[in-house]
């Protein structure tokens, strides 16, 4: 009875097996054509000064639109990318797109806009980026200023000295440099103020928890006590009530990010949403 129960188990667990391998592997194929199928899409994601609530620009965040499974969610496909290879065509286009569209909202009067862009550890190590960054800044006739290319801190302390090769090329050409998820690697001070950043964004899962009395508050003073004395602006992500906006305010977070303020949009509903803002905002 047991080798029978213990025989069923296995064949019930290889069969799942089968079925998540092979939707890895569909998964895999899809995302070879998603490119020239024109299946994705850049969502933007506002971005705010804490002190007097203007919007300082946005972040792109891709999203796939799949014929079949619907929308999926970059951390089910970026992975998928980033070992497959695909992630360096894929990163290109969204870099291409992201400046094609801050062009037109520069354009359209919003010139002290930034775009904040993700790169993927693939992408940040390949020795292409630099110039990749620069043609591409200049076929939309960009300023490196308005362009903020987010690095996770895993990826940018991976292999420091590497890193600082890298971050150093783009940062003299004028971007900005962002250390996402901040606070989920292992930094060493001496590493960070190294590095020629202009800005840390805490982790969304340090703010998550801020008002449930845990040490993340703890750790959330102790992030921004750190930017300030390294002269980083601090942003904090995945900002969703009043009372965290306010304690985040009150300790000197210099942007915020969040549901509360704005869920990423596709283009067609951020200009419009911007506009709602500064008829809001004080002093706009
Ligand atoms: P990330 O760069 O840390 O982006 C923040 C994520 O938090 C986004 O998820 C955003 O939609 C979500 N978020 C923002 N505010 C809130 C909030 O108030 N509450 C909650 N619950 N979530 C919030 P998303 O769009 O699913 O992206 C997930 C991750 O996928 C990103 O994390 C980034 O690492 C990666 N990613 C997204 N777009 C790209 C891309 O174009 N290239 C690369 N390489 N990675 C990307
Ligand atoms: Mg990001
Ligand atoms: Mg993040
Ligand atoms: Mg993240």
């Known amino acids: 009875h047991t080798k029978a129960a213990g025989r069923n188990g296995y064949h019930f667990f290889e069969a ?3 079925t998540n ?33 203007s919007m300082t620009g946005a972040e792109a965040l891709i999203r796939w639109h799949h014929p079949k499974r619907g929308m ?9 990318a980033e070992k ?16 094609r569209q801050m062009r037109e909202w520069h354009d359209a009067g919003n010139q002290q806009w930034k775009i904040a862009v993700n790169l993927s550890a693939l992408q940040f190590n390949s020795e292409h980026l630099p110039a990749m960054v620069q043609s591409t800044l200049a076929r939309h006739r960009l300023p490196p200023e308005s362009l903020i290319l987010e690095v996770t801190e895993s990826t940018a302390m991976h292999d420091v000295e590497a890193s600082l090769l890298t971050l150093n090329i783009l940062a003299e050409s004028g971007v ?17 103020k ?5 800005e840390l964004k805490i982790d969304r899962g340090f703010i998550n928890e801020l ?15 750190l930017g300030q004395s390294l002269n980083l602006r601090i942003v904090a992500e995945g900002v969703e009530t009043e009372k965290q906006k306010d304690f985040l305010t009150a300790l000197g977070c210099n942007d915020l ?9 596709p283009p067609e509903q951020f200009l419009a949403a911007a506009l709602a803002v500064k008829a809001v905002s004080p002093g706009a």
């Open 84 to 99: 497959t290879g695909l992630i360096i065509p894929i990163g290109e286009w969204v870099l291409d797109e992201a400046c």
């Open 257 to 265: 990010q969040g549901y509360l303020m704005g869920r990423p949009m």
């Open 194 to 198: 190294r590095m020629p950043a202009c």
């Open 176 to 192: 900005n440099i962002s250390i996402d998820d901040f606070g989920t690697g292992y930094s060493s001070l001496l590493h960070l």
């Open 72 to 80: 999926v969610a970059p951390d089910n496909f970026i992975p998928v």
């Open 211 to 225: 008002e449930r009395g845990s040490d993340d508050a703890a750790i959330v003073t102790a992030i921004v006590a």
């Open 16 to 18: 799942s097996m089968n």
């Open 21 to 53: 391998a092979h939707n890895q592997l569909e998964l895999m194929q899809d995302l070879r054509l998603a490119l020239e199928r024109r299946e994705f899409r850049l969502h933007y994601q506002p971005k705010f000064t804490a002190a007097d609530g």
